[in-house]
Nanobody, 117 residues
Framework: QVQLVESGGGLVQAGGSLRLSCAAS????????MGWYRQAPGKQRELVAL????????HYADSVKGRFTISRDNAKNTVYLQMNSLKPEDTAVYTC??????????WGQGTQVTVSS
C-alpha cells in the first residue's frame, strides 16, 4: 500500500519561506509525475507545481513562478516544494500527488499553509 505523508506546513508571515515535503512509503513503482496542488477556502483545487520525472521538466502556476520550486530526492522517494516570498493569497491546504506510468495515482493527506499579512 502506497502512502504519501506531507510535512512542513504552518503559519508564516508574508515574505517568509516554507518547505513542504511529501514522502512516499511502500512500493510506488515507476513514477510519471509528482505534483503539488492547493485548495483555498471557497476555491477549486489548483495545480501549483508539477515535475515530470522523465527528463525532469517542471511546470508552475503563473501565480507562483519565480517564488516556488519543486524538486525530488530519488533516494528518499520524496518530493519537495520550496516556497519563498510567500503572500497571504498563498494560504491554502497543499496536497501532493504522485502518478505512476500505469495511470494509478496517489494523494497525500494535505498540509495547511497560512500566510499572515
Amino acid at each position: 500500500q502506497v502512502q504519501l505523508v506531507e510535512s512542513g506546513g504552518g503559519l508564516v508571515q508574508a515574505g517568509g519561506s516554507l518547505r513542504l515535503s511529501c514522502a512516499a512509503s511502500g512500493y510506488i513503482g515507476s513514477i510519471n509525475t509528482m505534483g503539488w496542488y492547493r485548495q483555498a477556502p471557497g476555491k477549486q483545487r489548483e495545480l501549483v507545481a508539477l515535475l515530470i520525472t522523465s527528463g525532469g521538466s517542471t511546470h508552475y502556476a503563473d501565480s507562483v513562478k519565480g517564488r516556488f520550486t519543486i524538486s525530488r530526492d530519488n533516494a528518499k522517494n520524496t518530493v519537495y516544494l520550496q516556497m519563498n516570498s510567500l503572500k497571504p493569497e498563498d494560504t491554502a491546504v497543499y496536497t501532493c500527488k504522485v502518478a505512476q506510468n500505469s495511470g494509478t495515482y496517489y494523494w497525500g493527506q494535505g498540509t495547511q499553509v497560512t500566510v499572515s499579512s
